[in-house]
């Protein structure tokens, strides 16, 4: 046990003007189990995030297991090393994936062989009692149990040093103690093991030999628990800390609680065997209770049990499969709003604005809720100071520390003074200060306002201020009674024991009792490898992969989409025009204007519509677009033709859509011309020799000039631009926007197998939808292939490549799913549809036009797809493009590199 | 009353949402400047700047004056080229014309043994292939015929031919690209920015906050549209202003204020069909990709890019009830030939229509994945 695990001196961090550590300094020794207590937004999380390597140190020194946390090779030898709980509900976790495979999948980071993960595993699951759930997918987890599988996650591989950041927010009393049982197991085993961790439990606090007090970022108290406790009389370390904290703090009154005023025997809330059924699986099974008026009704419960799914069904968020619910005397409807006025919820996770500040929010809902202005004003303000929210009502609540958070929602909930109110675990993650403040407001507003007041909590000192509480496990209310009958009922010394004997009870009927929680360390020590690890490499493609097979929505999207829009553009894009709408003004009616129209009647470029009849009408109907081509015979034509007076015919053209308007420029001249020999007969004129030149001209290619033999393939282009490009644009910055970028922060994943396993899914999607567009030409369109189909394999693997390395270059650039969406569709537009060739050749492009056609990968592969099909090219002649292909590959995926960092700033 | 506050508050939170994404504002920006300037500044339109190519085995006079005649703008200056090249230039895309002048051309000529003039054409160079031939055989036949001491010929031909565009008179592409990219801009913004907005409130779970608020669903929707609605129609208008008209000196016809107001109208249809797809779709991935399939054709087949005539009657048929098509006949219309109310009332009512029927059906299916 020699060392220290942790020194830091002089740490300062700042988000923007926000000074959130002040001048840290510390020491840790090895082996060592140390608390970090302290009020919401203490800078608990930021000191953890240092600690861990997530966060980028700004200011000061840090040592961390023998080296400082700046050295980026030290750091990349602590991943192992280091295991990282991040704060808030699962957060870190992939929603689509089971908890077995989301466990899996950090296993494989660290390097864990698959033998010694299962043996891990099954131990975790045992001692978190969620070895009944190992295939269910983390999305669907309670708020608990997502804690819970966070803290196996971060569990399986053995580290030397352990951080968790609030690990059992959420947590029921149960699970928590078999939690920290687990935890101890593990540090018998290894020594050696320092932990770290931040809580808002006294208690848990309280077993560790060591404790670190943070106060408005500063460290205000650094020592043994036992010391630091023995400061104050009562020998308790919520009290020292309020004596560390000084002056600053209010001192803490007692909470009294008035007995509730009889007489009032209304009912507000009644369910009455209320079940809820997804698929085969009863989440809430015929549940019933009464609440009354003004009565505080707590709901306990082990995780997963169905609290939030009844609250749920409550507010009318989702409809029962059976039973009644009635609330303020009328059946829950989803559709009544007045009823909503008057209750106030508060779900588990936070569900407000997090862009807009905490002030925002509060004026947002106020409006919502339709308060009058008069009163909005004075009433947030009062809220702001009830609450504690002065310090940040201008910041944006979606930075806001955990606990500070939750407060807001809390504000809400309360903000229309509704009549009743649900709040499903309202104090989850709250500091004990705040807490009491906020019972105290509850109180209130029970006893003197006569508001119902129905909550879920895992706090037992909560529970026993409830007027009436109800445990629930597995769907079923086991008891339902005040606080003090359901301690006798259950035998306990606290409500606590009580809770967990009934929990036992329950559990022990339903299935045999879990084996001790232990974790055999029988395994050898990871390896770790530095460098690029094909088994990291392949941990991320097959996890990305999984997702993505088990969406089948978006597998269908991405390989429907493309043949839908290769159909649409095969028969759509054609540049041909044909039926062209013109009219004519004839004003000379002799049958020598007849005769030089009937051209243009007889040929299959022009359709004629009803004859003009005066000048006026020939400019409307042009505006109007009835037609797009007037011709104009001027009076006198048939006798100044005869005459050899050259009259002039006048072409009016709708310039409007100058493409079409060259090319109907075009028509009209070339049927002029070819008229000319046929005119001559009818002039006086000496007739033009025949020609003395034979002109050929040979279509290349494409010999009929056959749109889709040209556009066929260039569509290909176009498609295989979008659709990868999207598929990986969403990657990174899902996680980030999710939470569960963290990981790749906290383990020893580099970017290059980040970015590479990222990639691999979307690849191989790409490749088969190559193939599906390519037989689709060759098949459905009846395009001729000529040249070498191995080239355009090969081509079409390094555009696939290009393309979605640049999704993934604008999902590392970018912090929302918004914003990627949107920066693919408009960067990949232009240059796709403009600059690639496929309307305009690129050798006709010039300035910044063709620069931007050549530096993107849709023109180079184009010009493959194309060469290949109908020219007979092979890699001989098309090596450039394929060059520049792989160049496209490289220097994206170099810059997502750039762009990507390693830690959070 | 309390309605349409709540409406306006809500769609007032859009804006905050928007203003805090910096780099969705910097693709905003692109969008509705380089995007619009570089395309029209660049842009080619039919035959312009074709790539030539001269393969000259007879090195006379006579061909000598045939390359010279193919002139800018309509075709770069010929390239000299050996004829063993000829396939691979070709092959390699490098030019889209050809032309071959055999040995002895001027003497065959001179002696009337109708030598012939070889011009390949890389077909698959759509735009310019047919169009190009066309011009390269004309010119030549002028040229031929002046050379070969008819030169009044051309002059004295039975009739003439004056063609006068309208509208354009000088058929610059760039002014229609430069509207063609707004309408294009317009369309991914309505679609993506409301249907990313509404599956962003789903993944972060405000959605099931604001069911238990005092709103309906008719609230939440409308407030979407007219947020985005004002961002898009702004961006509009000072792209037109600023882009279109100062840097790129497009001199627009019409009346501005009654494009923005299509432009609004359109964009109702737009954003309600984000909203549609929004729906539709579980994640914003899924989105993206639904995105993809509809967003792509209505940029490529609205007429903005490709004639409407040359598509299959089918096609033309559906594209007519997409809102886009009647936008971009309306945006020629009004911008530039300059047309009002009395002359594009029926793709107005159109695109109204279509508008209702998107808002109406995305209205239903908003309220049905609400109550699920």
Known sequence: MSGLALHATGINHRYGKQQALLDIAFSLPAGTRCGLIGPDGAGKSSLLGLIAGVKKLQDGQLQVLGGSIQDRRHRNSLYPRIAFMPQGLGGNLYPELSISENIRFFATLFGLSKADCDQRMHNLLLATDLARFAERPAGKLSGGMKQKLGLCCALIHDPDLLILDEPTTGVDPLSRRRFWELVDSVRSERPQLTLLVATAYMEEAEQFEHCLMLDRGKLIADGLSRELAAITPSGKLDEAFTHFQGDSAQDNQPLVIPPRTGGNTDIAIQAHDLTLRFGDFTAVNKVSFAIGRGEIFGFLGSNGCGKTTTMKVLTGLMPATEGSAILLGKPVDAKDLATRKRVGFMSQSFSLYGELSVRQNLVLHAQLFDLPKADSGPRIDELIQRFDLGGVAEQPSGELPLGLRQRLSLAVAVLHRPEVLILDEPTSGVDPAARDDFWRLLIELSREQGVTIFLSTHFMNEAQRCDRISLMHAGKVLACDTPEALQRQFHGDTLEAAFVTCLEQAQSEAEPAAPGATVNDTHAPPVSKRGFSLARWLAVASREGKELLRDRVRMAFALLGAMFMMVIFGYGISLDVENLAFAVYDQDQTPQSRAYLEAFRSSRYFAEQAPIRDANELHRRLQRSEIKLALEIPPGFGRDLYAGRQPIVAAWIDGGMPFRAETSRNYVEAVHQGNLQQLAELSSLPRSTQAAVKLETRFRYNQDVVSVNAIGPGVMALILAFIPAMLTALGIVREKELGSITNFYATPLTRLEFLLGKQAPYLAVSLVNLALLVAMNRWLFGVPFKGSGLTLAFGGLLYVLATTSMGLLISAFTRTQIAAILGTMIITSLPTIQFSGLIVPRSSLEGAAALMGMLFPAGHFLDIAVGTFTKALDLRQLWPQCLALFGFFVGFTGLSLVMLKKQEA | ?372
């Open chain 2, 1 to 372: 009353m309390h309605k349409l506050a709540h409406i306006l508050r809500l769609g007032l939170k859009e804006l905050t949402s928007l203003r805090h994404d910096s780099v969705l504002l910097l693709f905003l920006f692109y969008a509705f400047t380089v995007a619009i300037y570089m395309p029209a500044a660049g842009s080619v339109i039919g035959v312009h700047n074709a790539s030539v190519a001269f393969v000259d085995e007879d090195h006379s006079a006579l061909s000598r004056q045939m390359a010279e005649a193919l002139q800018p703008p309509e075709f770069q200056a010929p390239a000299p080229l050996a004829y063993d090249q000829l396939d691979k230039v070709m092959d390699s895309g490098q030019y889209t014309f050809v032309v071959n002048v055999p040995a002895n051309f001027q003497a065959d000529l001179l002696a009337g043994r109708q030598p012939g003039v070889q011009v390949n054409v890389d077909a698959t160079a759509m735009s310019q292939a047919f169009m190009g031939a066309g011009y390269i055989g004309r010119i030549f036949q002028r040229e031929l015929l002046t050379y070969s001491g008819q030169a009044d010929a051309a002059g004295k031909a039975p009739a003439r031919l004056t063609t006068r565009a309208l509208f354009n008179t000088n058929l610059e592409g760039g002014w229609f690209l430069a509207v063609i990219q707004i309408v294009n801009n317009i369309t991914i913004l309505a679609i993506v920015l409301t249907g990313t907005a509404l599956l962003r409130e789903r993944e972060h779970g405000t959605l099931d906050h604001l069911l238990v608020l005092p709103l309906t669903a008719l609230e939440i929707m409308l407030a979407k549209i007219w947020s985005n609605m004002l961002v898009v129609v702004l961006c509009t208008w000072l792209s037109l202003e600023l882009v279109v008209i100062g840097l790129l000196s497009v001199p627009l016809a019409g009346s501005m204020s009654l494009f923005l107001l299509v432009t609004a109208l359109y964009l109702f249809a737009s954003t309600a069909l984000g909203i549609f797809l929004a729906t539709l779709a579980r994640s914003t991935p899924q989105f993206g990709l639904l995105a993809i399939p509809v967003i792509i054709p209505m940029l490529l087949l609205s007429g903005g890019s490709t004639p409407l005539d040359s598509m299959p009657e089918w096609l033309q048929w559906v594209m007519q009830g997409s809102p886009s098509t009647h936008f971009v006949s309306l945006s020629a219309a009004i911008l530039f030939r300059d047309a009002g109310l009395s002359v594009v009332w029926p793709d107005l009512l159109a695109l109204a229509a279509i508008g209702l029927v998107f808002f109406a059906v995305a209205l239903a299916r908003f309220r049905k994945s609400l109550a699920s």
